[in-house]
């Protein structure tokens, strides 16, 4: 037939718009169920850790750069050598000239924030050159180093030694803090930052305690290995 009975006509209107509008419902679910899987990936664990990995250096000169230009401070170099290396990271320079651990525990909220995926904790060197109780200096570490587990933040704790002329007792007490903390925490240990460093002149400014540019690259290549085994996979 030709033509069609008016009956016959709005039925299949009827028909072609059921047909458009599941059409259109079918559509619509795809596109949630697109915009659902997007989203359920971008919160996946497997997503996040495609960003870089981010460490933060809360310490003193030692670590902050004293006297060097940015690109030589420790952050920086290690930050350098760890992408050169693969490693997806960046490093926060979260040192300060000065600080001793008490000052550290003060800022630590602020400087460290609650989404760094390690901190190395770089303190005590003041303390000891001011002759601070090392009850107190190991006090301060200690509250760090709790902040960081209550917030599930890893890290490497970095140790200092007496110098020389403080006295016997102190040098004991002093140089048993590190250790002590570390057994206590379960936390990494680099049992001295400067090592390999500290009383070499040709990796040490003119004031013979803190690296230069050469020093950092030392202390880098030493402190590596221990950095790199609290790292995600690359």
Known sequence: MLFSSPR???RQMLLRLISSLAYGVRRRI?????????????????????????????GDSLSAGYLLPQKN??????????????????VSNAGVSGDTASGGLERIDWAVGDGADLVIVELGANDMLRGVDPAITKKALATILTRLRDKKIPALLTGMV?????GRDYEVKFNAIYGELAREFGVALYPFFLEGVAG????LLSDGLHPNAQGVEAIVRNILPSVETLLPAK
């Open 8 to 10: 016959q006509t709005a």
């Open 30 to 58: 795809l596109q949630t169920a697109g915009a659902v899987a997007v989203m359920l990936a971008l919160s996946s664990p497997i997503f996040a850790q495609q960003g870089p990995a981010r460490i933060v250096t809360l």
């Open 73 to 90: 401070a420790f952050p920086t170099v290690l930050e350098r050598v760890l992408r050169e290396r693969g490693h997806k990271v960046e």
């Open 162 to 166: 007496a110098a020389p002329g403080m």
């Open 200 to 203: 070499n002149p040709g990796l």
